[in-house]
């Protein structure tokens, strides 16, 4: 599976992005999704899952801000982002993986990254 990522900017605090992670492969529905991301000098944290039962899952840090979700037919899987903080400046990353899971470890595919800045 390969993934592509899409959809970051330069964003306002209080604003709005959505973003777009596009997969090749006619397994795409099987797999667990996910977003992560990653801060200037810090470990690449879990962002939000959705799995291959349609359940989701968030940081704590996100949850009541970002939707993640997923159109099976188009390949796709998005995050939508409100209410955007200068602390979720970082390079956004989905990737998929075999296991229900908020590690990085257990995600075998990723995409390439799409930054997202926040402005105060």
């Known amino acids: 599976v390969q993934l592509q990522a899409s959809g970051g900017g330069l964003v306002q605090a209080g604003g709005s992005l959505s973003l777009s992670c596009a997969a090749s492969?006619?397994?795409?529905?099987?797999?667990?999704m996910g977003w992560f991301r990653q801060a200037p000098g810090k470990e690449r944290e879990f962002v939000a899952g959705?799995?291959?039962?349609?359940?989701?899952t968030y940081a704590a840090s996100v949850k009541g801000r970002f939707t993640i979700s997923r159109d099976n037919a188009e390949n796709t899987v998005y995050l939508q982002m409100n209410s955007l903080k200068p602390k979720d400046t970082a390079v956004y990353y989905c990737?998929?993986?075999?296991?229900?899971?908020?590690?990085?470890?257990?995600?075998?595919?990723w995409g390439q990254g799409t930054q997202v800045t926040v402005s105060s």
């Open positions: 492969g006619r397994t795409f529905s099987r797999y667990n």
């Open positions: 959705i799995f291959n039962d349609g359940s989701t």
């Open positions: 990737a998929g993986g075999n296991f229900y899971s908020t590690n990085t470890k257990d995600y075998d595919y």
